[in-house]
T-cell receptor, first 112, second 112 residues
Framework: GQQLNQSPQSMFIQEGEDVSMNCTSS?????WLWYKQDPGEGPVLLIA?????ELTSNGRLTAQFGITRKDSFLNISASIPSDVGIYFC????????????FGTGTLLAVQP | GAVVSQHPSRVICKSGTSVKIECRSL??????MFWYRQFPKKSLMLMAT?????????EQGVEKDKFLINHASLTLSTLTVTSAHPEDSSFYIC????????FGPGTRLTVL
């Protein structure tokens, strides 16, 4: 099935550093979501974006819905060890199904 | 709010047997639930959309006779892997829709 392209694939950073990751698509989406998955667990919703250009924050996390509607960005400021995990973007094109298409994931490792 | 549970969290079975996985929305009603499969270090792949009171909608390439889905109530969907084989071993995750998709903790299936 279709997947969204996420970059970088993985990041290894020091505690306290800021992190940026993005998600791109060749087609337009009406909704962008960002999830975090810990090993052996299900994804947890971090941020939801519903309008092109929208910028939304959740604590140290900030995400933006790209104005072309084909991309989204997630920033994490002042990273801490518990930020470790895999971050997935997900897009929804709309319609009646509410189906999501997931990105390839970004693995984040934080060195204390 | 928006808590989703899955049972069992882990299951080991012999080849040829059937395994049932339950997905429950604990504090909300969900007319739509989704079933995903995730291979190690890979993203989530949607298997099917489960609608309460009607037949599930399967994604292309997913065998509906092998992966039986039942959504008999507004808080429960079940996935039955019939005649399981080692290649069915995977991490199965459900989500329930309540304005957005909220995920369960996943079920690790190992088929010997």
């Amino acid at each position: 099935g279709q997947q969204l392209n996420q970059s970088p694939q993985s990041m290894f950073i020091q505690e306290g550093e800021d992190v940026s990751m993005n998600c791109t698509s060749s087609s337009i989406f009406n909704t962008w979501l960002w999830y975090k998955q810990d090993p052996g667990e299900g994804p947890v919703l971090l941020i939801a974006l519903y309008k092109a250009g929208e910028l939304t924050s959740n604590g140290r996390l900030t995400a933006q819905f790209g104005i072309t509607r084909k991309d989204s960005f997630l920033n994490i400021s002042a990273s801490i060890p518990s930020d470790v995990g895999i971050y997935f973007c997900a897009g929804r094109k709309g319609g009646a199904t509410n189906k999501l298409i997931f990105g390839t994931g970004t693995l984040l490792a934080v060195q204390p | 709010g928006a808590v989703v549970s899955q049972h069992p969290s882990r299951v080991i079975c012999k080849s040829g047997t059937s395994v049932k996985i339950e997905c429950r929305s604990l504090d909300f009603q969900a007319t739509t639930m989704f079933w995903y499969r995730q291979f190690p270090k890979k993203s989530l792949m949607l298997m099917a959309t489960s609608n309460e009171g009607s037949k599930a909608t399967y994604e292309q390439g997913v065998e509906k006779d092998k992966f039986l889905i039942n959504h008999a109530s507004l808080t429960l969907s079940t996935l039955t892997v019939t005649s399981a084989h080692p290649e069915d071993s995977s991490f199965y995750i459900c989500s329930a829709y309540y304005n957005e998709q909220f995920f369960g903790p996943g079920t690790r299936l190992t088929v010997l």
